[in-house]
């Protein structure tokens, strides 16, 4: 699970995707996902310092990680195992 | 170190469509307060949901109302509509700024009369009035606002049996300019149904005719239509004046009168289109001044706005249960009011605000209700800050008719408190139990066993 490499964020959280011209906001939540995502970082680490630095659940996190992941998705932002990478 | 709030991370395409002028403002103001009293205890302290209502609120509306047809017109008085709202210590408020009692029915009068009106302050309206609801009345002296033929025979045959001259108004229907126009309550003006029950009245000689009364509509965003039905009522008043000689006491207007909500399908907020109390009071007043009563003997002008005094005043405090997707991918988020309790979410795009501080990042939310029915919607769509489970918010403008035609449906009905002008929480109305549903209730002897 990799974001496209030429994808581009910028430090308030607005997402450009040169290859369709679409662009996205995201939260500050969602910057510091995003981020870490491209960094390639595991979910289990991810969890873990989002644990540890908000007020929120396991649980919790999960589902909203997976629900911002489906999105993630469905914007063509990130390539799946099976996809060629661009 | 102490962890940061958490907000669900959201990514939302940026799309360039076209501006929509139209577009509501995204309520991220928390409210975390009324009057004073933090949101947080008092779900802490009487549970979610609950209904509260804003004692101040009450007053400072009533005085607005009060305020914009005394200073326009020398005699006026404000009577309560029980139904819009009759827990007995809101009608207790209304009483102690002034204000008579308007019921529609028995039930609604022996809670006037409870509530120690006296009977003369009781304006009686509506189609149905039982011999007995008519005799009491009478009794008391109230005020009679006559529906139908049937009634007023009745009222003339219990006149005889009692030995009293009732003191009586007729309801009238007319043709103000607008749609739907309300014709199925009273006598009409156009067609002359009014002045035959006028000429019954007058010719019976058992009654004492005193008012007009009319109520042409429900949440009305015309005030003009107003000053139509006044002209109307004045002339019917001077009609009879130059008929029979005859002084027609009060000319009631009835309520109708819009609050600050905001109707499904309006464009734009209620709170900056709908008519105010000046716009409903120049219309009004200043047709009746301009009429061709004399300036010494104009009649006193009732009103009996409901809604309009009350809503603001009531809120209801809720909980998220869950957020979810739909199949689409739209958000969606279950809280625990549902229209078993909040009526009139089947009328209004009710104002939602959280009741905690959030970011401006907002996700455009469909608003269910916890009721396993598929009309439970309180809000279709609404752009609403990242709430979690748990986290709490405010409906605003819920105090007419919620607390009146809500439903025991599926789940019981919450607690209503009212905050007073010192910040002290009263508990008004106890949250309903299981046992005091189930004590109307009797099973026959031969269901009271089974086996499974």
Redesign the interface.
Known sequence: MKIKKNVAISESGY?FNPSTG?????????I???NMIKEGKKIEEIEQL?L?????DKD??EK??Q??L???K??LLIDTHDEKED | ME????????????ESNMPNKYGMRTEYQPMTHIDGVAVADLVKEHGSPLFVMSEQTIRRVYREAKKAFSTRYPKVQFAWSYKTNYLDAVCRVFHQEGSWAEVVSGFEYDKALRNGVDGSKIIFNGPDKTEADLEKAIQHDSLIHIDHLDELYSIIELSKKLDQRPKVAIRINMDTGIYPMWDRFGFNYENGQAWDALNKIMRSEKLELIGLHCHIGTFMLSAAAYASAAFKLADLALGVKKKYNHNITYIDMGGGFASKNTLKGSYLPGSDVNPTFDDFAEAITSTLINSDFEPDNLPLLILETGRALIDEAGYLLGSVISNK?SST?KRTTIVDIGVNILFTSFWYDHKITPAQPF?Q?TEDTTIYGPLCMNIDVVRESISLP?L??GDHFVIHHVGAYNMTQWMQFITLRPKVVMIDDKANVHVIRKGETIERITEFEEIPEHLKEFDL
Do not use: A, C, H, W
């Open positions: 997402i679409e662009s996205f906001s995201v939260n500050p939540t969602g510091e996902i995003f989002i540890k630095k908000y007020n929120t919790t996190f909203d990680y629900d911002f489906g999105f993630l469905q914007y | 962890k940061q709030r958490y907000e669900r991370p959201v990514i939302k395409k940026l997707r991918g970011t990042y990242l979690n489970k």
